[in-house]
């Protein structure tokens, strides 16, 4: 049978035009995108588009432009086979996050991808991510169920877990990766599936969908030399529920008596603040050093290897269903799709 794929462009740099007036790119509408692919007419597939309406930046993604691409998903869920979600690079991780905790019983791919070069152009990656994130929504496997049913991002060679992935080259082609969890496919003369790697669930199950999120949360870099004043700033932002602190190594701070305390007030306020290391590879382990026990001490939780992405998106996640104090410190603490390596 024919596959249906729906193809959802948000916009991008693979969908985008040069300024003949300032020599920047800007996003243009999808029939510019497809006029220069025709390639994608050979594959056979029965392929429709929603479209964004204009086409965004990236850079201007937000909750509620998360919520649009859920509802089209969950609109047209039983309509077609898979789902290609086009999408600027600068934060496809955090919209492949975000999607993954609303796509709730997901067993169908949601495929993200983009270019690093405007599709327009000579030496494009567009074309062929286009074509072989396409070709991977309409992939089934041997007991004819789709080979992907989760939220993954297709770039150059390998499709990436994407609540597991972060953009870590402005320049390269294969500009994402996950460092904490494997490829769930490499993409060479064939697509070579990871199936063990693969997320598989019962498709009987109905998909359920959370749209909504909660923003009042926050990331906090550490670097060396904050001040006191400016980390009680941070902290003590109004109206903040949940914070991703981002140490240094295993999950290090700070031991000054003035760091602490001000953690540790801000715990004891019910902000939820989450230990997230910096390192792209690793896991925090609060207790292998002091300087991370004395943190873990003043209430502050391990996100293990939980990357900054979905540490954010996980906890917009589980303050918008409702879910505050030992609820979301539960919740966080466990993989709900596959976002953090179990204990």
Not at 180 to 189: D, E, R, V
Not at 264 to 282: D, F, M, P, Y
Not at 306 to 331: C, N, P, R, W, Y
Request: hydrophobic letters at 40%; proline letters at 6%; charged letters at 20%.
């Amino acid at each position: 049978m024919q596959p249906r794929i729906l193809i959802i462009y948000t916009g991008g740099t693979i969908g985008m035009i040069e300024d003949p007036h300032t020599g920047s790119l800007k996003p243009f509408d999808f029939s510019h995108l497809m006029e220069n692919v025709p390639k994608v007419e050979m594959l056979g597939y029965k392929i429709d588009n929603i479209q964004f309406a204009p086409p965004i930046d990236s850079s201007d993604m937000s909750p509620e432009h998360w919520q649009d691409i859920a509802h089209s998903i969950a609109d047209n869920y039983d309509k077609y086979d898979g789902f290609v979600v086009l999408h600027g690079t600068d934060t496809m991780a955090y919209t492949a996050s975000a999607l993954s905790f609303m796509l709730q019983y997901l067993a169908k791919p949601i495929i993200i991808t983009g270019s690093q070069l405007p599709i327009g152009e000579v030496r494009t990656d567009g074309e062929e991510n286009l074509i072989t994130a396409l070709q991977i929504a309409a992939a089934r496997g041997r007991d004819g169920h789709p080979m992907v049913q989760e939220v993954a991002i297709l770039f150059n060679n390998y499709l990436w877990r994407g609540n597991r992935a972060t953009k870590r080259s402005a320049d390269h082609f294969n500009a994402f990766r996950t460092y904490n969890y494997p490829y769930l496919a490499h993409i060479g003369l064939g697509i070579d599936y990871h199936e063990e790697a693969l997320t598989m669930r019962n498709p009987a199950e109905p998909l359920k969908v959370e749209y909504r999120l909660e923003p009042s949360v926050m990331v906090i870099d550490l670097f060396p030399g904050i001040s006191e004043t400016t980390l009680r700033h941070l902290l003590f932002t109004p109206q903040i529920k949940g914070i991703v602190l981002r140490t240094f190594g295993a999950g290090n701070a700070p031991t000054s008596p003035w760091f602490i305390q001000a953690v540790k007030e801000a715990c004891e306020s019910g902000r939820i603040i989450l230990n997230v290391t910096q390192c792209h590879n690793g896991s925090v382990h609060p207790e292998r050093y002091v300087a991370g026990d004395m943190l873990a001490a003043t209430g502050v939780i391990s996100g293990r290897d939980i990357t900054t992405e979905a540490a954010l998106t996980k906890m917009m996640h589980l303050f918008g269903i409702g879910l505050s104090g030992q609820g979301v410190i539960d919740a966080i603490t466990r993989p709900l799709c596959g976002e953090m390596t179990p204990r």
